[in-house]
């Protein structure tokens, strides 16, 4: 689209740009095909375009993707794009802040990209929305005004580096790709724009740590920035013996450590008794037979190993709305790295009984003590469940959740229809077993 066709829109709509809203508008077509060409979208690909205003980059993304989800905040332009999409059954259009649209349905329309032409008031909120670990997103390119980008892309010892830095840093690298002036936007802003790209952070860069401890303790000591950052974290373990272990002055401030000190810092503040211990080889378990009497006891390795028929419960965690709280594996894991499981999951030591691992799965990897158990069923040993003979159990939980970092990536409540529809398309996002208890359980769910 050409700045005369972008006029005419707006003209249509009855949209006069709104600086409240930071709405400037790309004209430069060449620009837009070559914003486009950065995302490099597949055929398969699904894309969530955030802010398509008028469409200048939408006109480039609908011929190559296999679904376009777009949201606007603008309910004028917002009709004006349904209008333009009607009858074209792969265009989605969502009247809807992009702040706090619900993304959890990208989860089952991966492979999953994002775009977006962002307005600087809200840039940070909607990426952190889409971006936030774990996410469905697997590539994006946004354009921001280069101020709000180059806080993004700063390092330690940058004037602009800072809390969102760091956010956006734990989880994707980031790029600058082009800077793009004020002439290519109606109306022109004051000041230059930035392209970048961010793709994820690869997984073996980092040791583990809990996303959501980071975050707290960088949202604490750079609320004073200036101020030594000790006095706003808590106090324990010692300050010193943290700061030598990191090879940093005890009189250190936030802006001074880097991504990697960050994470090494909250390791070392984590007070869950697992957060560096994923699964040990030399565990003792009990190995059964098919109809689940003991034979004799064996290390975690040699049952993995030998395919030796062996025990294990899974508990399905709901909340009041029914919503079934998942795990996604940690890539630490020895068997099934880094897919979605069930809320908790575990074998039972040797000479446990079932009930108790459950209770005790329930309060290590979420940090559970006080919900009530029921059992759901059970499942036979077969090469889908791992050669386990399976005890499944349900519990209904509303609070918080604590998990180990060697364990677990992250937890987020999905509801049982996009569970449904997320399996059916994308079966190989979940563990084998996860998928025989969603079987046993979701019958149950609406009754």
């Known amino acids: 689209m050409n700045a005369t066709q972008i006029h005419e829109v707006l003209e249509r709509a009855g949209v006069a740009p709104s600086k409240s809203l930071g709405q400037n508008f790309l004209v430069d077509e060449n620009i837009a095909k070559w914003i486009v060409a950065q995302l490099e979208i597949g055929p398969q690909d699904c894309v969530v375009e955030v802010g398509p205003g008028t469409g200048a980059l939408t006109e480039h993304i609908a011929p190559l993707c296999r679904k376009l989800i777009l949201v606007e905040f603008d309910a004028r332009l917002a009709a004006y794009q349904r209008e333009r999409w009607a009858g074209d059954d792969h265009v989605e259009v969502h ?30 909120a909607i990426l952190a929305n889409f971006l936030t670990s774990p996410c469905a997103v697997e590539r994006a390119v946004v354009m921001l005004q280069k101020e709000f980008i180059d806080r ?4 330690p010892g940058d004037d602009a580096y800072g809390l969102l830095s760091l956010r956006i840093q734990m989880d994707w690298v980031p790029r600058a790709l082009k800077t793009v002036p004020p002439e290519a936007f109606s109306p022109r802003p004051k000041i230059d724009s930035t392209v970048m790209l961010l ?9 583990p ?68 211990t994923p699964q040990r080889d030399d565990e003792l378990f009990d190995v059964v037979d098919g109809d689940d009497n003991v034979l004799r006891q064996a290390t975690r390795r040699e049952v993995h190993d030998r395919g030796l028929i062996h ?33 908790a999951a575990g074998h039972l030591d040797a000479g446990e009984d079932y009930e108790t691992a459950a209770r005790r799965e329930l309060e290590e990897e979420l ?14 040993p077969t090469e ?46 979940f563990a084998a077993s996860f998928a025989l208890c969603w079987q046993k359980v979701r019958p149950m769910i609406d009754a």
């Not at 993004?152 to 390092?155: D, N």
């Not at 994820?200 to 040791?207: S, Y």
């Not at 349900?394 to 399996?423: C, H, Q």
């Open 311 to 343: 025990r294990a419960v899974h508990v399905l965690v709901f909340n009041k709305k029914h919503d079934c709280l998942l795990q996604k594996r940690s890539r630490l894991k020895d068997r099934q790295p880094g897919v979605w499981d069930s809320s």
């Open 95 to 124: 009247h809807a802040d992009g702040a706090s649209w619900n993304p959890l349905p990208l989860f089952a329309e991966q492979p999953v990209k994002f775009m977006g032409n962002l307005p600087y008031s809200a840039g940070g």
């Open 199 to 207: 793709t994820p952070r690869p997984a073996d860069e980092l040791p």
């Open 209 to 276: 740590y809990d996303h959501r401890l980071m975050d707290e303790l960088m949202r604490r000591c750079f609320s004073q920035r200036r101020k030594q950052m000790h006095k706003q974290l808590p106090d324990s373990p010692d300050w010193a013996d943290v700061a030598a272990s990191l090879g940093i002055s005890p009189t250190a401030r936030p802006e001074e450590l880097g991504l990697r000190q960050w994470v090494q810092l909250t390791n070392a503040y984590d007070p869950h008794p697992l957060h560096d």
């Open 384 to 429: 889908g469940t791992g050669m386990e003979h399976v005890h499944l159990y349900a519990a209904l939980y509303s609070g918080r959740v604590t998990f180990p970092a060697a364990e677990i990536e992250g937890v987020l409540s999905f509801p049982a229809r996009l569970i449904d529809t997320w399996l059916e398309r994308r079966p190989q996002d």
């Open 367 to 380: 940090g559970i003590t006080d919900a009530r158990l029921v059992e759901v069923g059970t499942l036979p």
């Open 152 to 155: 993004i892309l700063a390092q």
